[in-house]
């Protein structure tokens, strides 16, 4: 079992930068496959970003790529969204998971722990 919280969201301005933290209970974290999604209001979840157990091999959805960065600190349990450059269109609830999934895992289903998430609102 993995217990996941978030934190880290807020209203920031277009153009800021805000970073999250998910921080993972349970002593086999390391082993977990992590990712961050997003589900704005009216929409479907969709996939943000994620890293492997190591923290080596990262992967973005094209929407980020180059504004975002996801990391891990699995001395601390926990992975992190750093997101610069914030549009209005990245408002959402941000959400990690844990997967153990072999390889890039970009679908939610392929997810087997969830957190309650953190909302963050970009203001135009």
């Known amino acids: 079992q993995v217990q996941l919280v978030e934190s880290g969201g807020g209203l920031v301005q277009a153009g800021g930068s805000l970073r999250l933290s998910c921080a993972a209970s349970?002593?086999?974290?390391?082993?977990?496959?992590m990712g961050w999604f997003r589900q704005a209001p009216g929409k479907e979840r969709e996939f943000v970003a994620t890293?492997?157990?190591?923290?080596?091999?990262?992967y973005y959805a094209d929407s980020v790529k180059g504004r975002f960065t996801i990391s891990r600190d699995n001395a601390k349990n926990t992975v992190y969204l750093q997101m610069n450059s914030l549009k209005p269109e990245d408002t959402a609830l941000y959400s990690c998971?844990?997967?153990?999934?072999?390889?890039?895992?970009?679908?939610?289903?392929?997810?087997?722990?969830w957190g309650r998430g953190t909302q963050v609102t970009v203001s135009s």
């Open positions: 998971a844990a997967s153990s999934g072999i390889g890039t895992v970009v679908s939610d289903t392929g997810y087997d722990y």
């Open positions: 349970g002593r086999t974290f390391s082993s977990y496959r």
């Open positions: 890293l492997n157990w190591s923290g080596a091999s990262t």
